[in-house]
Structure formats: structure tokens, C-alpha cells
């Protein structure tokens, strides 16, 4: 199976080629805005890395969210778009599962996947170290993800932190009672890590990605002037 993969929700534009479970290519370019005009040359780019073409796709891999409104809607648009004209499935990964993937594999007993999301507040989830959920995508304050970890710790594993929400939410938190915390250096979704999680997922699971908002937009269109007629 071969997947392309990307990302634009966070601040970064990534992209990767999957071609049964091995990385052919991956690009991941920090990146604030600017993921519209930058997104389908770095496509092409990693197509050509991989020497693959959009015809050799079975799958096209996105995050949906949480992140920027105008970066989810670039990634989304753009899957849609190809999933569309290849006639191929389009699989809809959240940014927060996506860094928790980080945590596979690894000595821990939770991973708290944690963006954030500026105003003292953080895009959170909780996963076990085999990416089980072990809470719902929230958006919490940092003193109410601290707390949800702390209920969560244990004397015996580890608590893995991976994401931008890990520095403020671990400046919250209190002493935990597992021997260790590990933070990853992590701050985005890798999207060989996305193509992965695409990678498992059975067919009949497959369907249309939606965004995953956690907050209203900050823009708001402006209210009819009671004085117009």
C-alpha cells in the first residue's frame, strides 16, 4: 500500500510517501502561514523523492484538527480534492493522535498529547502507550490538563508529554507520583507518523474526514447596524 500524507493544521507544512510501512520520502518545513501557495509543491516534491506518481496512490492521509482554521482547511481541501479525482480513500487523522504516536513503542504509561492553544488553554488527549484513548479531545485550561494527567499517573510508568501545550501544562502541574516524565521534543505531527496511522485503518472505517474544531473561530462577521433599513 502507498500512501501520501500531509500536514498543514500546526506550524509546519509536512509530507511523506508511504509505501508498505516504509518511509520512501518525507519533507517537513516549519512554516506559520503560507500553506496554500507552498502545500502541492512540496506534494510533487515528495512524490518525485519517492519516485512515485499520483496514479501509484491508494490512500491519501490529512489531519483534521485540532489547529489553525486556515491550515485544516488548506490539508483538508487539498485530500478531498485528490482523494476525488484518484478515486482513492481519504483518511482523516487527528493532530493530537498523531503526535501521541510518538509514544508508541516507548516505556510509558500514559501519553498526554497537548497543543497549544494560546489564552492559558491547551488542545488535549490522553492516550495509553498503544494509542487506546483514554480521554476525549478537549479543550482545557492548562491547570485542568495538568490535573486530568495527574489522575491519571501511577507509581510505576512513565508519563510521556509530546507537543506544544507539554512546556505550560507541566509548569501547572503539581508533583506526579510516576517515577519519571518524559518530554518529546516534538512539537507537530510528523506525517510518516500520519501515513502510518492511515496504514491500519481497515477500509470500512474509512470515511469522509471532517475538521475537528475545539473552539469557535476568533473572527467574527459583523453585525447588521440596528440603525440600517
Known sequence: MKILAFDTALGACSTAVLSNGLVESEISIEMARGHAEHLMGQIQETLDEAKTTFGDLDRIAVTIGPGTFTGLRVGLSAARGMGLALSIPVVGVTSLQALAYRGMNRDVGVVASLID????????????????????????????????????????????????????VLEAIGPVAAPKIVVDSEQVPQASDIARLAANRPIEDISPPRPLYLRPPDAKPPQKSQFVR
Open 117 to 168: 492553544a494560546r489564552n492559558d488553554e491547551a488542545y488535549g488527549q490522553l492516550f495509553a502507550a498503544d494509542l487506546k484513548p483514554l480521554s476525549e479531545p478537549q479543550r482545557w485550561s492548562y491547570a485542568t490538563a495538568a490535573s486530568h494527567v495527574e489522575r491519571l499517573a501511577d507509581s510505576e510508568n512513565a508519563i510521556l508529554f509530546v507537543g506544544s501545550g507539554s512546556k505550560p
